[in-house]
């Protein structure tokens, strides 16, 4: 697993909220302050739920270092503070590195949990996951040139504020402002609209066939239309005539990495998570994650938003 600590809690956050009854919540990053408003701690998992009559709390932490080595034993002395301190119920420890022989020791005299999460190899998780990449099909819809055609009704002078603009765009610029939408558009987002309200737009395209299209779109509707953003404010939009290309691109998509998570010592392993390489989807960076839960063997998807590249 790649050494990142919040990595490391969403995954275990993920596994322990499939595998818990209705009724509990699993939160994270919890902050707690005092009476002043000082924060005094952060809970990287906390789990509260009612069994029968009464309210229970379990906190996981989790450590992620390394360059540091097995966890030691003043990280287990500093949980079984916050277990007396803050009232939870149960406390366990994750660690991707494993745990010195003392802080195993002193764990297990102290009724705290320890689990680990370590790499898999490919052969390791194979039984379920016969695969070691997928398939991304990607429908790509290339803006070559795109003539815009104000409303009749604007006036003279505010015509040419928005052939200003027009004219110093290209097709990522924000220029259009969309009655249906908070956001600014650009002449790129237009013609995507414009293909996806074709049926079939695709059809009979290949990886090795692309297609070029000619489209004039008119927005008469005047809940649905398009204005140039100027200085003078948005003028509207009567048509926009693009010329473009639609093509598909194939992309293989590696395992980037897997995990296991689970009990330490020779405990059973609790779930497997296979990571595939990060890819964009209409410009958002996404991860796709299969979670094996190994006693029901159920496979779980997630899908993460992942942090856009600077």
């Known amino acids: 697993m790649a050494s990142d600590g919040k990595q490391l809690e969403s995954?275990?956050?993920?596994?322990?909220?499939?595998?818990l009854p209705d009724g509990?919540?699993?939160?994270?990053?919890e902050r707690v302050y005092n009476d002043e408003g000082i924060q005094i701690?952060?809970?990287?998992?906390?789990?509260?739920?009612?069994?029968?009559?009464t309210t229970i709390s379990w906190l996981i932490e989790c450590r992620d270092r390394p360059r540091h080595g097995p966890a030691p034993g003043a990280w287990i002395e500093q949980l079984v503070g916050r277990r007396t301190r803050f009232g939870f119920n149960k406390v366990t420890a994750v660690s991707t590195t494993g745990f010195t022989a003392g802080a195993s020791e002193f764990a297990r005299s102290q009724?705290?949990?320890?689990?680990?999460?370590?790499?898999?190899?490919?052969?390791?998780?194979?039984?379920?996951?016969?695969?070691?990449?997928?398939?991304?099909?990607?429908?790509?819809?290339?803006?070559k040139h795109a003539s815009i055609f104000l409303d009749d009704r604007e006036s003279a002078d505010r015509k040419n504020a928005a052939m200003a603009v027009i004219q110093k765009a290209n097709g990522?610029?924000?220029?259009?402002?969309?009655?249906?939408?908070a956001e600014h558009q650009t002449l790129s987002n237009a013609f995507l609209a414009a293909i996806q309200s074709i049926p079939d737009a695709f059809a009979g395209i290949s990886v090795e066939f692309p297609k070029q299209i000619e489209l004039d779109v008119e927005y008469p509707n005047s809940e649905d239309y398009f204005s140039v953003v100027t200085k003078v404010g948005p003028v509207r939009v009567?048509?926009?005539?693009?010329l473009g290309e639609l093509s598909i691109e194939c992309l293989q998509i590696p395992v980037m990495e897997a995990s296991e998570y689970r009990h330490t010592g020779p405990g059973s392993a609790i779930a497997q998570v296979v990571t595939f390489a990060p890819q964009s989807i209409l410009g958002t960076n996404l991860s796709v994650e299969l979670h094996h839960m190994n006693e029901s063997r159920v496979t779980h998807v997630?899908?993460?938003?992942?942090?856009?590249?600077?």
Do not use: H, Y
Not at 121 to 143: H, K, N, P, Y
């Open 302 to 310: 997630a899908i993460r938003k992942l942090p856009s590249e600077p």
């Open 24 to 29: 509990f919540v699993v939160n994270s990053n």
């Open 41 to 53: 701690a952060e809970f990287d998992i906390e789990i509260t739920g009612k069994v029968g009559s």
């Open 111 to 143: 009724g705290i949990e320890l689990r680990e999460v370590r790499s898999l190899a490919v052969e390791e998780f194979q039984s379920w996951l016969r695969i070691t990449e997928m398939q991304q099909i990607r429908r790509i819809c290339d803006l």
């Open 172 to 181: 990522l610029d924000p220029i259009l402002q969309s009655s249906t939408f």
């Open 238 to 242: 009567k048509r926009i005539g693009f």
């Open 11 to 19: 995954l275990v956050a993920f596994v322990e909220k499939e595998l």
